[in-house]
Structures are given as C-alpha cells and as structure tokens.
C-alpha cells in the first residue's frame, strides 16, 4: 500500500510539474478551446443527417447503431480538429513534443468508437461496462503506464487454498466470465429459437430442451472462467455446502417453483397456448418460465403465476387432451310451446353461431323439468377454441335463441306475481 502511495505521489508530482510548462499550457488550452467549434458544427449537421438517416427502413439494429454515432458528432468534429492541430504543430515543429494533442485525439477517437460499438448491445447496463472497460484498457496503453498498472494489479492479492488470486488476475476471470456466459446466452437463444421451430416437439418438450441447453452453457461457462483462473475446485467445498444450506432455508420458495417447473415440463400437464382455470383466474398460457407461468386473460392482463400453484392446486386444463369444450346454456319457454318445435329451433339456433361446431359434435337440446313457470330446457354445443373466450359464445348462442323464438312466436315467460292489497276495517265499525 505503501509502495502504491509513493507511486501516485510520484506521478502527480511529474504532473504537475509538466503542466507548468508553456508548451503544455498552449496544447491545454487548444483541446479545451476546440471543444466549443466541433460542438457548434455538430449542433448544425447533425438534424440533417438524423433526418437523412430515419428514412433506413426495415434494419432497426443499422438505423440505432446510425442514431447513436450522429447523436456524438461532436465528438467526430473534436477528433477531426484536434488531428488538425496536431498535423499544424508537426509541421511547425512547435511545440517539440506534442505528446498530448496525439493521447487525447487517440483517446477521443476510442471513446467515439467504443461508445458507438456499445450500443449494439442490447443490454444498457452491459454497454457502459464494455465502453468503460475498453477505454480504460486503451488509455493506459495510449498513456504508456499499461506495465505499471498490470505491476500493481498483480502485488495485491490473497491465496485460495494452493493457488493465489490477485486483483489483476481476478480482473482477468471476471472479464473472460463475461465474455463466456455472454457466448453462453447468445448460443442458448439460438438453440432455443431452432428447437422452437421443430414442429415434430412438443411444446412442453422445446421448452425443457431450450432450459437445459441454457442451464448447461452458462454451468460449462462458469467451469471453464474458474479453471482460468487456476482455482482449485476442491477448495470450495464448503463454500458450496454452505450455499446449499442457504439455498435450502432461505430460497426454498424459489427452488420449489423450479423443480416445479421442471415436474411440469416433464408431465406435460400444461404446455403453451392450453387454456387453463386457476383459482378465479381463466386464460390461455403464452409463456413457461423458470420460476412462474405467464397466463393471458382475455382482458389483457397477463397473469405471473408460479409454478408452484400448479403442483399444489387444482387446475383445470379446458385442452389437456382435446381441444373440444362443452358449454351448456339453460332456457324456458311457456307451455304453450311445443317442446318438440322448442328443441329443433334450438338446436338449428345454436348450429348457425360461427365458434359452434356443428359437423362432428353437434348440439344437442334437452328438456330438464316442468318449473313453476316455464318447460326448462339445457342446450349444449361444443366448441373448439375455448381461448377466445367463454362468455361472448354464451350470448352469441342466447341471441341466435332469441331470435329464433321470437321470429316462431315462442315465448319466454317470466314469474308472475299478484299483489292483494286489503284496507283494515275503521275503528268505529267495530263498535257500533
């Protein structure tokens, strides 16, 4: 610590005393004043070419990329006239070293790179690690220090069992870590997309596949980034004990839901696009995840529900084994109706509605009982997308029945009820 102290005291001495010079003040003041032109020049071109540059239609990752290298323009302008000035001073031969011009245009020119490259991640929060990271690495290499700095690094450290870590090789792991599981992701996804376009799968089987190759890249990522690192792995044996009791009081919610979610993936007893009644929720499910299941209701809502509730709970799956579903809609009529007629006209009523299937399960129409006020009756009608929803094909049929029986003057009554009112007697009437 020491020894770092020192150094840095040291540098900033040299610092300070380089800046004291009038060659330095001149090259100083040139990268401060330039700045205000190449901002100026930026402020004009870069509506223009923003416009020009929106007109790119169907390549969204070019016309970011695009947006995101004309949104610094000032800084392109920056690079350019400080190149200028460098090329001014060569050629005058004054100042003699002009060392700062060419660090600070070489580091202006990687920031702009860096900063463009990184917005074709996706990811906001890995970019800025990328631009940071990189640009670090290219200025102690621009700077000259770059052997100093991996000196340090590597003089602080600490052993783990036989090996020694230091920060410079931890550094390293963390960065090839990254670059490993980043290849990990990329190469799960696009597995996954090819097993999700196998129509000969399931789609509970293209799931789990898709699981299991991302678990195992990202567990072989981790494997290969810490033999890197030359960490023997029998040193952590009681660290991982120790996270296995962790795991087992303190996440056992989130391990339920993920063996859960295998159980289902493997029994098949929900899959996507099956529609589904939970509790009070019913919808279709659009998604399985390794912790919940995203249901879709058909008002919009999407339902997280995990994957636990699944095991624990009663579900109705309205497509487990068929897509055929059986609704029933009760009725009466007066008796002044033929039931006969009734039971034809119902049954024709329910067969013209577009969702019910009248060639393979046709509808059918019972009488139920003699009520108190009308001959009631139950029609039933099967359809084959209970996912478009439940309610809206029960008042399509109600109406086609309406229809139906009020073009053939077939009633539906209602209950009657007569109300007797009677006036007490006077007082005086029952003493006379």
């Not at 070019?62 to 004309?70: D, G």
């Not at 069992?161 to 990254?178: E, K």
Request: neutral net charge.
């Amino acid at each position: 610590m020491e020894q770092l102290t020192a150094q840095i005291i040291e540098y900033a001495n040299i610092g300070a005393g380089y800046l004291r010079s009038p060659e330095i003040m001149v090259q100083v003041s040139a990268i401060i004043l330039l700045f205000l032109p190449a901002w100026l020049l930026a402020k004009r071109v870069e509506p223009i070419l923003e416009e020009q540059a929106r007109k790119i239609s169907g390549m969204p990752g070019l016309l970011r990329v695009l947006i995101a290298f004309l949104r610094r323009l000032r800084w392109l302008f920056y690079v350019m006239l400080i190149g200028i000035a460098y090329t001014a001073t060569a050629v005058f031969d004054w100042p003699a070293n002009n060392f700062l011009l060419y660090a600070v245009m070489l580091l202006s020119g990687a920031w702009l790179t860096i900063n463009v490259v990184s917005h074709a991640i996706r990811s906001r929060f890995i970019g800025r690690l990328f631009s940071i990271i990189v640009w670090i690495f290219v200025a102690v290499s621009v700077l000259g220090i770059a052997d100093d700095v991996v000196t340090t690094l590597d003089d602080f450290g600490f052993n783990v069992g036989n090996s020694r870590l230091s920060v410079l090789r931890i550094l390293q792991g963390a960065l090839f870590l990254g670059g490993l599981l980043w290849a990990a992701f990329a190469i799960g996804n696009f597995l996954d997309r090819r097993i999700q376009n196998i129509e000969e799968l399931t789609p509970s089987l293209r799931v789990l596949l898709g699981k299991i190759m991302r678990i195992a890249f990202i567990f072989f990522a981790a494997m290969i980034a810490m033999q890197s690192l030359n960490i023997d792995l029998t040193a952590l044996t009681v660290l991982s004990g120790a996270v296995g009791v962790g795991i087992g009081f303190g996440l056992q919610k989130v391990v339920s839901n993920f063996i859960s979610g295998i159980i289902i993936l493997l029994d098949q007893s929900i899959k996507p696009g099956d529609t589904i009644t939970l509790g009070e929720t019913f919808g279709w499910i659009r998604e399985l995840r390794a912790r919940f299941v995203s249901v879709v209701t058909r008002d919009g809502r999407e339902y997280l529900i995990p994957n636990e509730d699944f095991i624990t709970t009663q579900v109705v799956n309205w497509s487990f084994s068929d897509k055929y579903v059986r609704l029933d809609v009760p009725f009466g009529v007066s008796y002044d109706s033929d039931p006969h007629e009734v039971t034809r006209l119902a049954i024709e009523a329910a067969s013209c509605v577009d969702r019910v299937d009248s060639k393979i399960n046709r509808p059918v129409c019972w009488m139920t009982e003699f009520g108190d006020s009308s001959i009631n009756f139950v029609l039933r009608f099967w359809i084959d997308d209970p996912q478009r929803g439940l309610t809206n094909i029960r008042g399509k049929v109600l109406i086609a029945l309406w229809d139906t029986f009020k073009a053939h003057d077939i009633k539906i009554p209602f209950p009657h009820r007569e109300v007797i009112l009677r006036t007490p007697p006077p007082e005086n009437a029952k003493n006379p």
